[in-house]
């Protein structure tokens, strides 16, 4: 705490990266969230938007991300360029490694433009049919389009 009673003051957080913000590791943020000093290198995350595959896999606020990928993770950018790199590669999902509490899961988080392609390639198989459940014209089966009432 400063003298004035407030948090102590931990860098912006970068651009939002898989569904989360997340800072480097500073002082200020092991204070906050009291992590520890055996935790070497990563980034803290600030917060995780409710409807990422972030928060879906149970990533939360204070957990400290040290790989993501083959790569350790030193800051937002490092793990910026490591989902890239893995959706450059055509990989719709990327391993992360988490510290939280002395303990290191390991999980498997999508990027939201992933799992959007994933949702639409489920619903692709539908595609051909209106809500009413009518196939919509130009099947390539001889019928006729759907033009209005029968």
């Not at 893995?86 to 490694?97: E, M």
């Amino acid at each position: 705490m400063t003298a004035a009673g407030a948090a102590p003051a931990i860098r912006p957080p970068g651009p939002p990266v898989l569904g989360m913000q997340v800072a480097p590791l500073s002082p200020d943020a092991r204070s906050q969230y009291n992590i520890p000093d055996t935790v070497k290198g990563g980034v803290v995350v600030q917060s995780v938007k409710g409807t990422s595959d972030a928060a879906d896999k149970g990533l939360e606020k204070g957990d400290v991300i040290v790989q993501a990928g083959d790569h350790e993770i030193a800051s937002a950018g490092d793990l910026a360029a490591a989902v890239a790199e893995w959706k450059h590669a055509g990989r719709t999902s990327i391993p992360i490694a988490v510290r939280r509490g002395g303990q290191m899961p390991r999980l498997s988080c999508r990027s939201r433009s992933t799992a959007k392609a994933a949702s639409r390639a489920r619903r692709g198989a539908h595609a051909a049919f209106d809500r009413r459940g009518r196939r919509r014209g130009g099947g390539g089966d001889g019928a006729r389009p759907h033009r209005g009432r029968p």
